[in-house]
């Protein structure tokens, strides 16, 4: 890997929740990871249209306060009975500020009546590494985790919506998970994993 030791990186989030899964999963690189708080990066407004533009604005504009290499993801909720909402605004589908539990209750009551077999969902997540906020080559990379949204919610781990996604495989809801076991089946953990392995050909 040609990462030095000295290597910093921001990641463009000022998410509690997402910032501490990822520096779980980046803790075995010869990284120091730094907040957007911690390197003086401000909120961003995601103006793109899908995931992919929103995680680049984000990393650009980290870059560009920083002057350091940034990572930057952007995700949702999609679910299929709600045409993919709520998308591109799963964090602030109940309005602004941003309320885990006021979206919650948003989703539930607009699949009310929808039947188990068609509550069918997926987190995705993609995450981008820009080397420099002029880097013509980001590192683009994505995950997506399959599940069904419960009825009401059950667990009180993770943020967001994990408490009434459940991964049909284990028979847990994300909320329900051991921290270890959600960091290998999660969309942002995929999409993690992609970006460690190509960061094995690339220095910082």
């Known amino acids: 890997m040609n990462l030095a030791d000295t290597s910093r ?6 998410n509690a929740g997402k910032l501490k899964e990822m520096q779980a999963m980046l803790a075995d690189l010869p990284l120091r990871i730094l907040s957007a708080a ?3 990066v401000g909120d961003v407004p995601e103006t793109g249209l899908t995931f992919v533009e929103n995680a680049l604005i984000k990393a650009r504009a980290a870059c560009q306060a920083s002057g350091l290499p940034a990572l930057a993801d952007d995700s949702g909720l999609i679910v299929d009975a709600l045409g993919g909402a709520p998308g591109l605004y799963s964090a602030r589908y109940a309005g602004s500020p941003t309320d885990d539990a006021a979206n919650t209750a948003k989703l539930l009551a607009e699949l009310h009546g929808v039947p ?3 509550r069918t969902a997926r987190f995705f997540a993609v995450i981008v590494l820009l080397r420099h906020a002029a880097d013509p080559q980001p590192l683009v990379c994505e ?5 069904v949204i419960l009825e009401a919610p059950r667990g009180h781990n993770g943020f ?3 408490p ?7 028979g847990l809801t994300a909320a329900e998970m051991e921290p270890a076991l959600k960091n290998t089946l999660s969309h942002r953990a995929l999409a993690l994993q992609q970006l460690k392995q190509r960061l094995s050909t690339i220095s910082l």
């Open 9 to 14: 990186l921001v990641l463009a989030s000022h």
């Open 38 to 40: 911690d390197a003086g």
């Open 116 to 118: 188990a077999q068609q």
């Open 143 to 147: 995950g997506s985790w399959e599940g």
């Open 160 to 162: 967001g919506y994990n």
């Open 164 to 170: 009434v996604f459940l991964d049909p495989r284990h």
